[in-house]
């Protein structure tokens, strides 16, 4: 099967892993697209280090299988090395090699020709921008710098796939910034599993995600969707300036609306927090009409849509109240 390319990457079937009676993961099942960028979201504790750890052959599960690029993690390891970078949590990094140095003698170790690996040194220095820091000693470089000369050394063998397990952590938010430029640059050209406890940052750089809690899977599914399992299309913010009877009023009968909260602001408007059921994906413009028509001023008129946290938050509470039950 190794030798054909399907159009999967990852694929993990009933994956467990225990130390003695607790498991850190069980029988997880999910599957990952090639050119996919998946993120494997879930609080610390949750399995995810433990799950790439497994992808990446550094361990080995109690039960189950996985399968990457096609090659057995577990029978079949070495073709898997060949095909993947990972970057671990802790980023081992040699603190008293240069840069350049170390990316040109990892490249070494990861099979590549004399001739292959300089090239490649040249390549991911420049796609990671670290050329300007080639020549330094890794120990003195920034958290920062030292992320992306662990994201270089994870692509510098040109992998199928780029596993990052917590790419941001420690940074500050311009690094931050430049990490997630960095992911978004290699979309595309590579399969990307992130792994990562901060929601936001997976919201923005991948397009699919599976969550964890407590070693099992709570969801898998596109962040788009999962969005919309909350029960509303969009939450919209509107300041308006208009009698208070008239504005309670005016949305009993709005068309497509899940419920209204209206509170005094500042002057004489009211911030009226707007949700809408699943059905209506933008009713900015009928709410805009529908203030021109009663001659009342508006001075914001903003959608906010459910963000991962909020997912996140509403999928667990509702587990827990089912457990509860």
Known sequence: MGEEKSDLMIEVKNLTKRYGNVAAISNLNFRVKRGEVVGLLGPNGAGKSTTLKILSTFMAATSGTARVAGYDVFDQ????RRRIGYMPENNPLNPDMRVREYLKFRGRLKGLSAVESRRRTDYVLKECDIDDVEYKIIGQLSMGYRRRVGIADAIINDPELIILDEPTLGLDPNQIRTARNLIKK?????TILISSHILHEVEMTCNRVVILRQGKILVSDDTKHLQSIMGQAARVVAEIKAPLEDLKFCWRDFEGI???DISASEGDYY???LSFKAEISDPREDIFRMVRENNWNLRELTMQRPSLEDVFMYLTREKEEEEDL
């Open 271 to 273: 911030r009226c927090v």
């Open 258 to 260: 899940g419920g209204v």
């Open 186 to 190: 290699l979309q595309g050209k590579h």
């Open 77 to 80: 390891s070495e073709e898997v």
